[in-house]
């Protein structure tokens, strides 16, 4: 907790503590978590607002994005379950050449990723941000798709930090008994989305790997090539 009101402190109030200060320590110590007091996190060098409260960005999706970010370099892009743009919002930072859209089903994300977007100074014609439940409202085709979809098995709730289900949106994290809702209508309905030749992104959670693998294979995809996040955990998979 220290080493969190220390932050606050250097990063909210450049080390000059007042009675708002006092304040957010309370929240801090209550249980909220310290992004949201702090009003934004950083991600791959980008600031991240989170005034509307979005599912702060993990440092495990930081990791796998900064890989991605290797080969990911020209053509256009979706950041779909975008949250808080975070993903797309990086892209267009680092990857001048790339076109992204964003789709986020809940109308707070559409609202947060425009600021993130405005924030970060990103060229208006370059991105476009789309309210969609999956693809309900989209029709393109992209070279790359991003998606870190609500994964989280509601039986496995009890595993899940008190302050993430206090505070952070119960609609990015869970998808059903075991998680794999929204990947499953995700993996049904992308293919047709992809160009020639185009790559999937997806993260999830280390013990869905096996059935992502026969979901790849009923929904008639080439490959997935699944890899571990900086903790050793299975945690992402590119899919062709």
Same mark, same amino acid.
């Given at each position: ?14 080390g000059?503590?007042n009675?708002?200060f006092n304040?957010?320590v309370?929240?801090?110590?209550a249980?909220e ?15 991240i607002?989170?005034?509307k409260?979005?599912l702060?960005p993990?440092?495990?999706t ?5 890989q !991605? $970010? ?7 892009a979706?950041d779909?379950f975008? =949250?808080?743009? #975070? *993903?797309?919002?990086?892209l267009l930072?680092h ?5 992204c859209?964003?789709?986020d ?10 600021i993130n977007c ?6 208006k ?10 693809f ?5 085709k992209?070279d ?6 609500p994964?989280?098995a509601i039986?496995r709730k009890?595993k899940?930090?008190k302050? !993430? $289900?206090?505070y952070?949106p ?5 998808a059903?008994?075991? =998680?794999?809702? #929204? *990947?499953n ?5 992308a ?6 030749n185009?790559k999937i992104?997806m ?7 096996k ?9 008639g995809?080439?490959?997935g090539?699944?890899c ?5 955990k ?6 062709t």
């Amino acid at each position: 907790m220290e080493k969190e009101i220390q932050w606050l402190l250097k990063e909210k109030y450049n080390g000059k503590p007042n009675r708002k200060f006092n304040k957010d320590v309370e929240r801090l110590e209550a249980g909220e978590p310290l992004g949201y007091v702090i009003g934004f996190t950083e991600f791959l060098g980008c600031k991240i607002d989170l005034s509307k409260k979005p599912l702060i960005p993990r440092p495990d999706t930081e990791f796998w994005v900064g890989q !991605v $970010l290797k080969e990911v370099r020209v053509g256009k892009a979706l950041d779909i379950f975008s =949250g808080s743009g #975070c *993903i797309g919002v990086s892209l267009l930072k680092h990857a001048p050449n790339l076109l992204c859209d964003f789709a986020d089903k809940d109308k707070k994300a559409v609202e947060q990723i425009k600021i993130n977007c405005k924030l970060n100074k990103l060229n208006k014609k370059k991105y476009k941000v789309i309210q969609s439940d999956i693809f309900k409202n989209i029709s393109g085709k992209y070279d790359f798709i991003f998606a870190n979809p609500p994964y989280v098995a509601i039986k496995r709730k009890d595993k899940v930090q008190k302050s !993430v $289900l206090e505070y952070e949106p119960k609609i990015a994290l869970f998808a059903g008994n075991d =998680g794999l809702l #929204c *990947i499953n209508k995700f993996l049904s309905q992308a293919k047709k989305h992809l160009n020639p030749n185009g790559k999937i992104f997806m993260e999830f959670s280390s013990e869905q790997k096996k059935p992502i693998e026969q979901m790849i294979k009923k929904y008639g995809y080439s490959s997935g090539m699944f890899c571990k996040d900086q903790y050793g955990k299975w945690r992402w998979v590119s899919i062709t």
